[in-house]
């Protein structure tokens, strides 16, 4: 088996595919080319993805992720455009690398994601807003489950809360807990802050892993420099 | 409609995926340097439609043409509709988000009568004028397909023109006789009185019904150059014809998500309850060496997983193990699967079945329709109780989790001992459950009845539909003895819905106001057996005058009039007429492919031929 990363951006219209129907793309996009994939046993043989995160329908993915199995090796930037060849606008491999087969895939590790919400206006109660949020000892939400509704704390989720500058206007920057370690969502967290219209803006920058005690992107950036340098010049196109 | 407002709309819809038009495959055009705009409308959800072969072989047959931009529209759910009215957004296509009121020809598929309403609301809801007289010169030309165009009376007031018979065939000529229409800038009537030319295209404007009180009594021809009758138009050669490869691949789970090859074309087998069966005479076949280069160029272009052989009995094709094997060998070690719809409920079949799944863990479905061989025979099902208890002895032994039964309710001649009959017969297979040893008691047979409605152009056309308290009577009786069997589910559609599909099957333009009268009251997507309201209809009925009884129960002469007589599917109404009586005798009328021509009436059937007694 030989497994591969690969980075890549889900935009536009494609945001409005489920996450179902995203690796549903894949499978056929793969299936559409020559690329050796490895498929899972069983009845219903599937071939092996492994999506990092899933990502809430309507919200723009700048840098996501998925480990593939091949069955044989390949040259990586061979599988990054032959699979572009076949994905369909809005969906785009940006970058692929080899894995040790050892590694534990990244669904497993990933413990972050950030989100970036767009503000052309910046309305001067939002950075109150998110003072307030930031000294809260605990902010308590709603999340409906298959067990009806439960009250959860997502403080200890939240770890980052900012606005930035950046080309145009500025950025309300959201790093979040994600995986299965405890999260808290984007649209949470915007519920408890003043400020209405963020809806159609919002869109993941990119997940972290926690290695050597710090955040870092699975390419080894850490977060403190990526939100320096900041995610808006690596965008899509 | 700017993108804005449809970002706006795909953030509130539950399921963007739906309208988002931009799938793999889908055909991009600029509008604005095509001739013909062709609007292709599939009157129910996205996953519906998108599961349909009809609707993809127009799609790329018309796209192959440069002077022609075909876009595909289906009906919005309950959520988009809301927000079309509010915000004042017509209807749009998936492909470039246009109203369907901009489309030169719209056309719709006619599948099921119940989707007749929805139909009338996508209309209403693109901006298209209801009625043909309503509609301008600069207004779409409205038309029909599909097997329900063989008796569209109802919908007559709302299309300008119908196409009977095979599409493919006909549509070439419909959009070459446009283009030339559209230079010469006639008047709507000039390109009607065109098309009506054309072999297969029915105009109903050109012909007037005459009644005699309540009775139906022909019609009247308007126009000298109106056909009478209007003959059903075939594709003869079906393996050179159109046949679409880079199919488009929804995002989204549609019903049938997966690759369609049509194996062939037609049914021989004559049931008599079939309208299929009879419509879309004669047989014709692709043969083998076709179908496999299709699939491979179908499954490279679009990625699928499986493959679906599609036709009325796929048993019936005539090199069935050839092909199966050519498949399996074509796709060998690339995980692509086969499935095969449409079984016979015979040995044979199930020996298929168990090739194409090398893991029999799924079920198989079988239609017996009729529970006692008396019946059977009445309707031709050629099938009898040792060959249904042979496939599904050979089901359990072989590890399938569960058997369906299709049966008919209230097919004519049925009596309680009918009935009785089917009980028995899920009985016997019950008791088969014991062969899967340990397996026995996980394994489930799931007996579904759906009530008899009378189809034109059948031999069952003069028979009314059973009255609706004895249809649930039968259920309830089904219902009570069917639960005393270990391992048995069953499943009804409601009598009413059937009641109403008996009523649009057979009726006449007096059904046309009742329509318009229930999508004012507010129905829509009724064949969704959810969204099904039957007081709203009875609500429509009577605030038109119309009984719905009198088209659900009305038993003509054979020589009487039928409403849609006019219209021909090619067999004979002789033919039909000697079936008919047969059934009555519970004789049974053999499979022409296998015994030789049973002299239907179709004019240039190539299986005339057919000698008797050969082996398929
Ligand atoms: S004409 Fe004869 S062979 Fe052809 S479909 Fe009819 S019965 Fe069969």
Known sequence: ?237 | MSGKDLDAIFEEVQKPARYLGREINVVRKDPSRVKTRLALVFPDLYEVGMSHLGLKILYGLANQREDVYAERFFAPAGDLEKLLRQRGIYLFSLETHTPLQSFNLVGFTLQYELSYTTILKMLSLGGVPLQTAQRKEEDSFVLGGGPLALNPEPLAPFFDFFVLGDGEDVLPEILNKYASWKKGAGSREAFLLDLAGIPGIYVPSFYEPLYDGEKFNGVKCLKAAAPLPVKKRVVNDLENTFYPESFIVPYMDVVHDRAILEIFRGCSQGCRFCQAGYIYRPVRERSVAKLKGQARAIIRQTGWDEISLSSLSSSDYSQIEELIAGLQQEFAGRHVRLSLPSLRADPFSLHLADKVQEKRAGGVTFAPEAGSQRLRDVINKGITEKEILAAAEQAFITGRSHIKLYFMLGLPTETEEDLWELVRLVEKISALRQLAGKRRHSLRIVVSASTFVPKPHTPFQWEPQLKMAEVKSRQQFLREQLRKIKGVQFTWPAAEMSFLEAVFSRGDRRLAAVLEKAVALGSRLEAWSDRFDFALWEEAFAGEKVDPCFYAYYKPALDDPLPWDHLSSGVANKYLQKEYEKAYRAEVTPDCRREGCQGCGLQNCPLKQVKKNVPL
Do not use: W
Request: net charge positive; charged share 25%.
């Open chain 1, 1 to 237: 088996m030989y497994p591969y990363r690969l980075c890549f951006c889900k935009e536009g219209a494609l945001r409005y595919i489920s996450h179902l129907d995203l690796q549903r793309t894949f499978g056929r996009a793969l299936r559409r080319t020559d690329i050796p994939v490895a498929y899972s046993r069983g009845f219903n043989p599937q071939p092996r993805l492994r999506f990092a995160l899933p990502l809430a329908l309507g919200v723009e993915g700048k840098n996501e992720y998925l480990d593939l199995d091949l069955s044989a090796p390949l040259q990586e930037n061979i599988i990054k455009e032959t699979l572009n060849a076949q994905l369909p606008a809005g969906l785009r491999v940006k970058n692929v690398s080899a894995v040790e087969s050892s590694q534990p895939s990244l669904s497993s590790l990933v413990q972050a994601a950030l989100y970036v919400v767009d503000l052309s206006v910046c309305p001067a109660d939002l950075s109150r807003g998110l003072n307030s949020l930031l000294q809260a000892q605990e902010l308590f939400v709603e999340r409906r489950g298959k067990k009806g509704t439960r009250k959860i704390d997502i403080r200890p989720f939240i770890h980052r809360l900012e606005i930035r500058k950046q080309e145009k206007g500025e950025a309300l920057l959201m790093l979040l807990a994600a995986g299965s370690r405890g999260s808290a969502r984007p649209q949470e967290v915007l519920a408890l802050l003043p400020a209405r219209g963020f809806k159609d803006k919002i869109y993941r920058a990119d997940l972290f892993v926690f290695r050597a005690g710090e955040l870092e992107t699975p390419g080894g950036v850490s977060v403190e420099r990526y939100v320096e340098v900041f995610y808006g010049k690596e965008n899509c196109d």
